[in-house]
């Protein structure tokens, strides 16, 4: 768990911080939140799904098939072509204060901020670093864009857009169900009539829409991902520390039919059992350097 501390001058004067080179500190995420704002470039590469909140629907990246793992994180490399904005602006973070303002805080485990840190949270004359002052209005506009995305999906919401998402997981010990994930029912977004249609199309929530309907093809990159790092790890375990994940992707891209819009069946399960065929595993890793 992260250890967030506010950035005061008193505290961190002498301190300095360092941007982080692994996404490490995502290897645990099976979800990830989003705006409304990425969802059209998210929607490439990432499934995404809408989790109820606090009966509120929120939009966010499918990342795992099963709590605790992020099959985007390989040995602490991101190897799908769109990173989420949440982890863009680590290992800062935004925390409301007693006087309900927000405040920049820091994770003091992340392993990044010491007073060998070559970025300064301060600058000669004591005022706040132009680095530090970026990623405070980066995260403030995530944060101006969360409220956005709550109004978009309060719209969908209120035209009975959401419906669950059955998604099953094939594994070697049999199917089971992934539960608490929501996607856009198409059927009643087509149905819409002309005066609730415009209202949707009023808030934002077409796009969103389409947007979801879109990526849910993408789960079957989960599944992918899974049986590989399976596969090389039951294998070839002396190699799993150089499973060439982006290889993988590229030869699934240049041989999956177009995409339609609408979700196909298949995309409710996901395979994740290991292949026990022969094949050539060799083609899954990098080779080594040589001296």
Known sequence: MPRYELITKTGFAAQG???????????????????????AKACMSLPIAFIRQNDAFVPHAVQGLEPGRNLFV??????????PAAYRGYPFALAK??????????????????????????DAAG??????????????QIHNNRAVTQRVCAALAAEDLFQ????????????RNIDGLFRIDE?????????????????????VAYCQLLSMGNIQTLGLIARKLDEVKNRMPEMSDQIDVDGILQRHKST?????????????????????GDFDLSAFVKPGKSD
Not at 17 to 39: C, G, I, M, T
Not at 102 to 116: Q, R, Y
Not at 129 to 137: G, I, S, T
Not at 164 to 175: C, D, R, S
Request: a negative charge; proline letters at 9%.
């Open 127 to 140: 005022e706040v670093a132009q680095p530090v002052k970026d990623a405070l209005n980066f995260l403030q």
């Open 74 to 83: 390989v040995n602490g490399k991101w190897v799908a072509p769109y990173t």
């Open 256 to 276: 999956e039919p177009d995409q339609d819009l609408a979700p196909a069946e298949n995309d409710n399960v996901v395979n994740i059992a290991a292949d026990t």
């Open 164 to 175: 669950p998402w059955p998604l099953k997981v094939q594994t070697p010990a049999g199917e």
């Open 187 to 207: 059927a009643r977004l087509n149905s819409l009539d002309p005066e609730a249609l415009a209202r949707v199309q009023k808030a934002g929530g077409l796009p």
């Open 97 to 122: 204060g007693e006087d309900d303002q927000l405040h920049l805080c820091i994770d003091m485990d992340s392993g990044l901020v010491d007073a060998d840190g070559d970025q300064p949270f301060f």
């Open 17 to 39: 911080w360092r941007r982080y080179d692994s996404y490490a500190f995502a290897a645990s995420d099976a979800v990830a939140p989003l705006v409304v704002q990425e969802l």
